[in-house]
């Protein structure tokens, strides 16, 4: 028993910071399963972290309430910013949710009420292993359902082909500000869960190196099935500490990883069809 | 005082514009933005660095080295992972993310190499020199880059007029598909275009190197975020643009700074941005996005 | 059987007896070795080397040798967190030196105030870094300590009238030093013509420069990293500002005059620690840094030099009983009584306040000495 206390007390940060970045794959999964390719889902994050901590630090309040702020307060931008932008296609729509993840980055470093560059520290430490999986799975079985769903279904009619999905009678603008927003929730209820166990934030760890880091961990895992992400978030983040022998390689090494996935397992790592087929011949062939 | 922050803002936008020319010349030709630009802009100011200490070889042949090494390394990047990447008819945001890739290798890689200490060129390599005006004073290496920028877009946009081969590149920046149809070797220019655009990204990486006495691995990600501000404004593609939105954006960061707050500064470029893609996504000279096949 | 209980007799005996030979101190060294941080990171790093192989050399404290474990915290607050874990529950040392950044520590620091181990700090100079609590000691020196004497100085040599301000507003260690000198500058009643702002990163200063130029101030005021402080000067000097410049704790590396030439003439700077000081511990540390590493030390490394040299005369005192939570609560009692005449100066520890009264931990007590730059060299500043 003395051996999982040692093992927990070292790598119980670790596998919190799994769970949140599964979350944050998870919001991207959802934009992305739209057809939408946003990189604001890190300044999302950062307005929650935010939010939930200066409640909790001003105002003291309990903790769900902290949580539910958290989300509410990045789908109100995101509401805010959504309906001008979503009209932006692809690489358009890309750039824009980049400039507003820097111009929110500076917003927030040079607040006074931020704490600018210096953050904000001394957030007490409430987050529990539980929040985390109980909030993952809510999250998993909900995004599950709602893929199953007929919005679900307009998601990928959308993304397929706007136009035909337009024609089809699909309000798309409605659904991408669907998506849209319930992405930066997710993103920043991740963030404020974040703030309450790491003691510390600052705007530094909300920019676009976080929103390409999230992006890469959803893209390796694959966006077909809600596996990918998690399967995503998990090799990403605890690879690095795997390989520490490497030094400043080690995070070539996630790089190298992004290229050849791109190049030879476009579907991600985990996809469900790929993997069946492959089943299927190694059964048939015998 | 207003007249030394035209000159700044003019001397600064040149140093935008000269990483913009070669990121928008990819995107023109290939369609493709390509996230790696920054890197290779890094790594040509590394390659010059290296030559320049170590064999004790003058400027010059430090900006060759810059031009070789970036130019090749671009030019790897499109034969290995751009060219299967259109063979397989990838949507364009994949090949974007898997530029992010190749832009996290290079900068470890070359951290790992060099380390992450501030390099920089030796002292006898810089041109000296320093100019003063009345009150405006500026450096025979800022009026360098100026100069150099604004002739390279000269060139280029001339090249792309007036040449058989500017023709066959804007041919295939129409439409790769009937470029082909009429003989062009639409693979060979895509590589030509990948090793040219990458050089001139090393070229401007030495020179904004030498300017700002500054190298590091990571000195390319900054840059990068601004290069994409730029050619969003001045029209993802456009040769003049790159120049025009280069400038555009020197000035306003330098009158922002200068004469509101030095605070915003940053924000202005991506404002900006967020602003244009609002307003007229295809920028100043852009034609859209959607090519036709 | 007769063999095999022989032989566990003489196993027996082998451990026993080890148990009163020498057993490595196992030192923490939580640093970022790799990222943007890492150019503070690795001389920190190299600072504890150089310090523990010469303990080491020397026999050892108590006839222990000193073992670094030593990990990469990249300079992100997961990271510095995972690295304090593992290095707390999983190698078990006694101490912990680091992390490299202030933001890191505020992440990782309660960690271990809360394992009841303490957490060195050499690099972090934010406030309310001890007051995380009673576990966290640091022995760099606050910029509240030095600059109100660095103004002081500069005012008086220079008759300063008033003065221009720039720092890095993304930057917890240049923006906390802007809110000292800013404090300081009120007290000491001069005025401000402009301040100015630029982020990490930036190189072109021109913009700003040209509009403190504009308020024709008597000296600028910087708070900045040494590599944006020479860029500066450098771009300064180019815009034809010809006033001194008054540096805070950033500005005290070698690298400042390798870049910025003598484009730093007069710079006022306050720090504990400067190359050419000539006390003999520091010369003897600088020589012994340039024979190890190949290169010049810089304060960070000076910092963790004399921080693992303080950690070893308080071991020193003690008796380790072989129990992990005693022996580091035992550290942790030594410590506040520790002085030392290091590289950067004689030291000793100062018990900070605390906020809301809650207990906190040890901040530097020294004094700064201030340097003149003179002939592209620090040169202690004699003039009262």
């Known amino acids: 028993m003395e051996g999982f206390a040692d093992f927990w007390a070292t790598y119980s940060t670790l596998i919190f910071t799994v769970g949140i970045h599964a979350l944050l794959a998870f919001s991207i999964w959802l934009t992305l399963a739209c057809g939408l390719l946003s990189l604001a889902n890190a300044a999302f994050m950062g307005i929650g972290a935010y939010t939930a901590a200066l409640l909790t630090l001003q105002l003291n309040w309990p903790f769900p309430v902290v949580l539910a702020a958290g989300s509410m307060a990045p789908a109100v931008v995101a509401l805010a910013i959504g309906v001008p932008t979503l009209r932006l296609s692809g690489v358009y729509l890309c750039m824009a949710t980049l400039a507003f993840g820097e111009v929110s980055r500076v917003v927030i470093l040079n607040l006074d009420i931020t704490g600018g560059p210096e953050g904000l520290n001394g957030i007490p430490l409430t987050t529990q292993w539980w929040h985390i999986a109980l909030i993952l799975a809510l999250v998993g079985y909900g995004l599950a359902r709602l893929r199953r769903s007929r919005v679900g279904r307009a998601f990928e009619a959308i993304k397929e082909d706007e136009v035909a999905a337009r024609l089809m009678g699909i309000d798309v603008d409605r659904h991408k500000l669907f998506a849209f927003t319930l992405g930066a929730v997710i993103a920043g209820l991740a963030g404020a869960l974040n703030a309450h166990y790491t003691f510390f934030i600052s705007p530094r760890e909300y920019g676009f190196e976080n929103a390409v880091d999230i992006l890469t961990m959803t893209v390796l895992g694959g966006i077909s099935s809600l596996i990918g992400p998690l399967l995503g978030a998990t090799i990403l983040t605890l690879l690095p500490e795997l390989l520490r022998f490497l030094h400043s390689y080690r995070l070539a090494v996630n790089g190298v990883i992004l290229v050849l996935v791109v190049l030879f397992l476009p579907t991600g790592l985990w996809d469900g069809r790929r993997i069946r087929a492959w089943f299927e011949r190694r059964g048939g062939g015998r | 005082m207003l007249e030394q922050q035209l000159l700044n803002g003019l001397t600064l936008g040149s140093v935008y514009a000269l990483f913009a020319l070669g990121f928008t010349l990819i995107f023109g030709v290939l369609a493709v933005i390509n996230l790696s630009h920054g890197a290779v802009f890094m790594v040509g100011s590394y390659a010059a660095l290296f030559v320049v200490t170590h064999f004790a070889a003058p400027l010059w042949l430090g900006l060759i080295a810059a031009m070789l090494v970036s130019g090749f390394i671009g030019l790897g990047v499109d034969v290995l992972i751009l060219k299967p990447l259109r063979a397989r008819n990838a949507p364009h945001l994949i090949p974007m993310i898997a530029t992010i890739g190749v832009t996290i290798i290079l900068t470890n890689a070359i951290q790992g190499l060099f380390g992450v200490e501030v390099q920089r060129f030796p002292e006898e390599v810089l041109p000296a020199a320093d100019f003063v005006v009345g009150e405006v004073h500026v450096r025979a290496l800022e009026i360098g880059i100026v100069a150099i920028a604004f002739l390279l877009m000269a060139l280029l946009f001339f090249a792309l007029k007036k040449t058989q081969l500017g023709r066959a590149l804007r041919a295939i920046a129409e439409s790769p598909k009937t470029a082909a149809l009429l003989g062009i070797d639409v693979e060979g220019l895509f590589h030509l275009t990948s090793f040219a655009a990458a050089a ?74 967020f602003l244009i893609l609002l307003i007229r996504p295809s920028g100043l000279f852009g034609r859209v996005l959607e090519r036709k096949g | 059987m007769n063999i095999l209980r022989k032989f566990l007799v003489i196993l027996a005996g082998a451990s026993l007896s080890c148990a009163a030979c020498a057993a490595d101190i196992k030192i923490g060294v939580a640093e970022a070795l790799t990222g943007g941080a890492a150019q503070y990171g690795i001389p920190n790093r190299n600072g504890f080397q150089l310090a523990a192989d010469e303990i080491n050399a020397k026999g050892g404290v108590n006839g222990n040798r000193l073992q670094l474990v030593v990990e990469d915290e990249q300079g992100k607050k997961e990271e510095a967190i995972n690295v304090f874990k593992k290095l707390i529950f999983q190698d078990k040392v006694l101490i912990i030196f680091g992390p490299t950044l202030s933001n890191s520590m505020f992440a990782a620091g309660p960690v271990a105030n809360a394992a009841k181990t303490v957490a060195f700090g050499t690099s972090n100079t934010a406030n309310g870094i001890t007051d995380i609590g009673p576990y966290i000691f640091r022995n760099s020196v606050m910029e509240s300590d030095v600059l109100p004497i660095t103004i002081a100085t500069a005012v008086k040599h220079y008759r300063i009238k008033k003065v221009a301000v720039i720092y890095g507003n993304d930057d917890a260690f240049t923006k906390s030093g802007y809110d000292v000198f800013k404090k300081v500058l009120e007290e000491q009643k001069i005025p401000v013509t402009t301040t100015e702002t630029y982020v990490k990163g930036d190189v072109d200063f021109k913009a700003q420069l040209t509009k403190i130029k504009g308020g024709n101030p008597d000296a600028v005021v910087c708070s900045c990293l040494a590599e ?101 609560q035992a550290l942790r009692d030594a410590l506040p009584r520790v002085s030392i005449n290091g590289a950067t100066g004689p030291f000793k520890f100062r018990p900070a306040a605390g906020k809301d009264g809650k207990p906190a931990g040890f901040d530097a007590e020294q004094k700064p000495f201030i340097y003149i730059v003179q002939g592209g060299k620090f040169t202690l500043y004699a003039g009262k």
Request: net charge neutral; aromatic share 10%.
């Open chain 2, 200 to 273: 001139l990204g090393g070229v401007a990486g030495v020179l904004i190197g030498l300017d700002f006495n500054a190298i590091t691995p990571f000195m390319g990600q900054p840059i990068l975020l601004k290069g994409v501000a730029v050619i969003v404004l001045g029209g993802m593609g456009d040769i003049r643009g790159a120049l025009i939105g280069g400038l555009f954006l020197g000035f306003a960061e330098v009158f922002s700074k200068g004469y509101i707050s030095s605070q915003i500064g940053d924000a202005v470029a991506f404002g900006l941005l």
């Open chain 3, 228 to 328: 944006e402080a020479a860029n500066i000067m450098l771009q300064a000097r180019g815009l034809g500002i010809k006033v001194p410049f008054v540096g805070g704790n950033g500005f005290n590396s070698p690298k400042l005059f390798e870049i910025s030439k003598l484009a730093g003439e007069g710079t006022f700077v306050g720090s504990p620690w400067a190359n050419n000081n000539p006390a003999p511990a520091n010369q003897h540390f600088v020589a012994a840094y340039k024979q190890k590493f190949g290169s010049e030390p810089n304060q960070f490394a000076a910092q963790a030099y004399d921080a693992l040299n303080i950690a070893a005369a308080a071991l020193q005192t003690l008796k380790l009983s072989g129990n992990l939570e005693a022996d580091r």
